[in-house]
Every structure is written in structure tokens, then in C-alpha cells.
T-cell receptor, first 114, second 117 residues
Framework: QQQVKQSPQSLIVQKGGISIINCAYENTAFDYFPWYQQFPGKGPALLIAIRPDVSEKKEGRFTISFNKSAKQFSLHIMDSQPGDSATYFCAASGATGGGNKLTFGTGTQLKVEL | DGGITQSPKYLFRKEGQNVTLSCEQN?????MYWYRQDPGQGLRLIYYSQIVNDFQKGDIAEGYSVSREKKESFPLTVTSAQKNPTAFYLCASSGTRRRLSSNQPQHFGDGTRLSIL
């Protein structure tokens, strides 16, 4: 079964610090790697996404770093704020003719403390 | 506003009962998906549909059924055969058919929490 492994399971960061969440995948056919943010009782919301033709993508305080040879990608949240406290999921999909199916990591609960 | 509406927000099922979760989207998306979310397990795909009147099983389809009679609607039935139905159920949609190959982002509703009475 295709897998995306995510770590850490939980993370506590001080306000203003950098939050880093890592993911690793196995299927080399994956060509789309989104990150989702989920608040309690809500559905996940797309945060940022990257394709393997670039090594880094930045949107505001959020950056994805992508290492194709290592089959790893990570989310960096700069200047972390208490409002960033949420669960973050990495995911991956490939245009393999089976539809736009996403394989999700198991999630990271981020808490940003004052 | 365009989006995905899931109802009800909370649902309770009695033993031996089938229950149906509603998912409606007004994003004009061709593809729709149902996921199950359990604590510490991320999101697991139950069923997905790329076009009206067609759907495929995901990774955990046993005990569930779906229909796709309209582009806007993709209801999920949790049957009595699903022995552990307590979970948070999420519906998503993505893309337009001509752009499915480019991995359009999935947009999620706010979920239905199902519990057993």
C-alpha cells in the first residue's frame, strides 16, 4: 500500500519560533505534494502545495522544502503564532489514471505557546 | 459563496441501522471523495467519483456505499455491515474533468461526526 510517513506526531513551539514537520514517501509516481491545516471540528484546508520540479516553495510564513532524491518533503512555519496551533497533514498524489487520489500522512498536532 | 456542505454535523446510529451522510458542492467540480478520519490515523479514502454515475472503491470501502446521480451530490451510506462506524467523515471535491490529470487540489467540507448510540 502506498504510504506517506509523517513526523513528529506532536510538536510544541514557542511563539516566534520555527515549526518543522517532515514527511517521506515511497511511490516515485507521486507528483503532487500538498499540505493541509485542520482546526478542531473543521475540515482540512489546503495550505500550500509543491510539485517535484522545484525544491522549495514559499507562501508568506509557510515554506515547503522538497528533496526528490531522498523522497522527503517538509513544511516550515516561520515566526510561528498561537493561531497556527492546529493539526497539519502532508499528502501526495500522482496522475496515474486512478483519479486525483490523495494519500495522507497521519498528521502532526502543533501547539504554539506564548 | 462556493463550497462544500456536509450535513448533518452530528449523527447518531443505532445498532443495525443504515445512515446516510449528505455532501453537496457548488464548485462545479467533477470529482468527489469521501474520507474517514480517526484519531492518529490521518484521512483514509472510502470512495471516490470522477464523474456522474461512476464511482470507485477507496482503501476502506467495506460497510459503506455511495451514489453519484448528480454532479453536485455524493451521499455516503454507512451500512449496518460497518461494525466500527464511529469517526469523523469528510467529503471533498476537486477539479474539472479536463484537468484531472494535473492533480487539482481537493477542497473539503466541515465534516460529519458519526457516533453509535
Amino acid at each position: 500500500q502506498q504510504q506517506v510517513k509523517q513526523s513528529p506526531q506532536s510538536l510544541i513551539v514557542q511563539k516566534g519560533g520555527i515549526s518543522i514537520i517532515n514527511c517521506a514517501y515511497e511511490n516515485t509516481a507521486f507528483d503532487y505534494f500538498p499540505w493541509y491545516q485542520q482546526f478542531p471540528g473543521k475540515g482540512p484546508a489546503l495550505l500550500i502545495a509543491i510539485r517535484p520540479d522545484v525544491s522549495e516553495k514559499k507562501e508568506g510564513r509557510f515554506t515547503i522544502s522538497f528533496n526528490k532524491s531522498a523522497k522527503q518533503f517538509s513544511l516550515h512555519i516561520m515566526d510561528s503564532q498561537p493561531g497556527d496551533s492546529a493539526t497539519y497533514f502532508c499528502a501526495a498524489s500522482g496522475a496515474t489514471g486512478g483519479g486525483n487520489k490523495l494519500t495522507f500522512g497521519t498528521g502532526t498536532q502543533l501547539k504554539v505557546e506564548l | 459563496d462556493g463550497g462544500i456542505t456536509q450535513s448533518p454535523k452530528y449523527l447518531f446510529r443505532k445498532e443495525g441501522q443504515n445512515v446516510t451522510l449528505s455532501c453537496e458542492q457548488n464548485l462545479n467540480h467533477d470529482a468527489m471523495y469521501w474520507y474517514r478520519q480517526d484519531p492518529g490515523q490521518g484521512l483514509r479514502l472510502i470512495y471516490y467519483s470522477q464523474i456522474v454515475n461512476d464511482f470507485q472503491k477507496g482503501d476502506i470501502a467495506e460497510g459503506y456505499s455511495v451514489s453519484r446521480e448528480k454532479k453536485e451530490s455524493f451521499p455516503l451510506t454507512v451500512t449496518s455491515a460497518q461494525k466500527n462506524p464511529t469517526a469523523f467523515y469528510l467529503c471533498a471535491s476537486s477539479g474539472t474533468r479536463r484537468r484531472l490529470s494535473s492533480n487539482q487540489p481537493q477542497h473539503f467540507g466541515d465534516g460529519t461526526r458519526l457516533s453509535i448510540l
